[in-house]
């Protein structure tokens, strides 16, 4: 009786920003690393690679990767026996997903999961304790990561930064610091037009009426006036200020600056 090869699917994942690329096209060193590691324990087990899967910039709590969700559909289809990782945080950093995939539904499809690096491996009897705790660690670090980030911008806030990535209208990124922003003249004049009108006692629907019938360009228009890349939602008034961004400018502290 043939011996029936199992049909392996290899994952690799790299979340950190890529400094080692050439071209934004180019897998990253990290990744071509996992990719060959991965590989040669998958050809010395006699392995049928059916196919090495990157997710390349992407976080372990995003469900949206799309190569993720492809081996996901390859596993739920039964086209694969086997998916293959460097660790179990490649695949996934959220308990929940560990517990409904990796500890559940991969078990239910007999699908293997193995995580070289940290030995999580559903064929190893006794070894889903071991991958529970790699997915609460894991859950941690996600924690504690999140509190970071959010500290960072809250001391890059106080201290008056920017901390989205284009610049708020009226205002320019500033090339020689990041997070700095200098006022962009042409903006900033619509802007105090728009605090002047109101403070006159006009409403926001007629100041944005007032803006259209001047033919001034909103927010979205003017940016890419500017060769900004900012995509327009398909509406006929998708270029006219409306109540919404009047609201919006009157109510941001930024522009007290």
Known sequence: MDKIIPKVAIYCRLSEEDRDKENKEDDSTSIQNQKLMLTEY????????????????????????????KILKLAEEKQINI??????????RELELVEKYINGLFIE?????????DNADTEVKGNKKSRQINGLVNEWYLEDLSE??????????EQGLHTGGLSLYGYNNDESQKGHLIIDPVAAEVVRDIFLLYNQGMGKTAIARELNNRGIPNRTQYKNQKGIKYKIPPSKTATLWKYSAISEILSNEMYIR
Do not use: E, H, M
């Open 148 to 157: 970071n980030i959010k500290s960072v911008l809250k001391s890059k806030r």
């Open 109 to 117: 499809w007999n699908i293997r999961f193995i995580g070289l690096v």
């Open 42 to 69: 998958a050809i010395k087990q006699g392995w049928d690679i059916q196919g090495v899967y990157s997710d390349d910039d992407y976080a372990g709590a995003d469900r949206n990767r799309p190569n993720f969700n």
């Open 83 to 92: 998916i293959l990782c460097k660790s179990q945080s490649r695949f996934t």
